[in-house]
């Protein structure tokens, strides 16, 4: 008896206890999660402090921004061409580099351009809180380029998104409608630079992960800011003597804009997208935080109220796109059942027809 009874309760706690495996994983994913964070903070802060006039007081973020494609192009093309550290696409040809890959470095240029130049007019928690109109922005493109469907259900959660980033808009105590104009233009940007990669990339079977990217896109993106820097901030910069490059300021900050490239390659590749995204939800509130708590930037209740609404939009609109990706995954996995079943049911026809011709001949 008393064997009997101890069976059910060893089984039981083997079944709860996870094995090593499991363990390291969850670890590393949160591991991925945590560098992410760290990174991506980091640079918006750095950021933040090398534009504000109040800090370093360097408004030029044509140039910053410059330095980091002159910076990335440099050390993707050491690991591509020296250390071979990642294979290059054998599909990317002339042809596709000049239709597909340009327009999307031109997207990508301007949209860092504009995201840099908002820092000097606004604070880091607004401007989070305007990054929550990415969804809006994304699926609004995507309708109109007939990569998504248009969904009544959807665009209302879109309305709920934008009102209650409008609400966090009006409720801003230092709101700037040259700093608020810039940052709506870089989300506009993203958001088209992520379609078109959906649209001229990925639909060719084309996949990069961030060091190709870097390798393919950071001197377009270098090329096409050349134009713009050397008519509006080199003759400024020309003119202001006292200036003085600091390497290290500019080297950490562009090390900071690689690793984090490298960072968004470990966290999408060895967990998902859904990840991220939850990732950056924390992301947020830490830097809204910051931004009141450290930096002192005044974050009122009118504030948190809309982008307390915006972000339970964003949230419920992920829930929706997990939903309808598990259901398309099931779908395909009953279709190839489907399929198994159907190859099983002529397999054995066959048999059975093998039999009888048997019999009949041995008949």
């Known amino acids: 008896m008393g064997a009997a009874t101890d069976a059910p309760t060893t089984s039981a706690s083997s079944t709860t206890t996870l094995s090593p495996s499991i363990i390291k994983k969850i670890v590393l994913s949160y591991t991925y999660v945590a560098i992410w964070i760290f990174l991506s903070f980091t640079v ?33 093309a050491l690991l591509v061409r020296v250390f071979h550290v990642v294979d290059l696409p054998t599909s990317m040809s002339p042809r596709l580099y000049l239709s597909s890959v340009v327009p999307i470095g031109a997207l990508y240029s301007l949209s860092l351009w504009l995201s840099n130049s908002a820092y000097i007019y606004l604070s880091v928690s607004f401007i989070q809180m305007l990054k929550a109109l990415m969804p809006v922005a994304v699926y609004s493109i995507g309708v109109l380029f007939r990569k998504d469907s248009f969904k009544s259900s959807t665009m209302g959660n879109m309305l709920a998104i934008s009102f209650g980033v409008a609400i966090a808009a009006y409720g801003e105590a230092k709101f700037d409608t040259w700093g608020v104009l810039l940052q709506l233009g870089a989300v506009a940007f993203e958001a088209t630079r992520l379609v078109l990669i959906q649209i001229l990339l990925t639909s060719k079977g084309i996949s990069l992960n961030p060091i190709t990217s ?51 390659f470990l966290l999408v590749g060895k967990t998902s997208a859904l990840t991220m995204n939850v990732a950056g939800v924390v992301k947020d509130w830490l830097l809204i935080a910051f931004s009141w708590s450290v930096i002192k930037d005044t974050v009122t209740l009118v504030n948190l109220f809309g982008y307390g609404l915006a972000f339970l939009g964003v949230a419920y609109y992920n829930h929706s796109k997990l939903k309808a990706l598990r259901e398309k995954e099931a779908a395909e996995r009953k279709d190839e059942e489907g399929d198994d079943e159907e190859s099983g049911r002529l397999l054995d026809q066959r048999e059975e027809d093998v039999i009888t011709r048997r019999n009949e001949s041995e008949g």
């Open 44 to 76: 918006i802060v750095y950021n933040k402090y090398i534009l504000d006039q109040k800090l370093y007081n360097w408004p030029y973020p044509i140039s910053l921004t410059l330095i980091h494609m002159g910076f990335c192009s440099s050390i993707a």
């Open 214 to 264: 870097l390798y393919y896109v950071a001197p377009c993106c270098f090329v096409f800011l050349l134009i713009p820097w050397i008519t509006v901030e080199l003759p400024i910069l020309k003119e202001n003597s006292t200036f003085h490059f600091d390497y290290f300021i500019f080297g950490t900050n562009s090390f900071c804009a690689f690793a984090l490239n490298l960072a968004v």
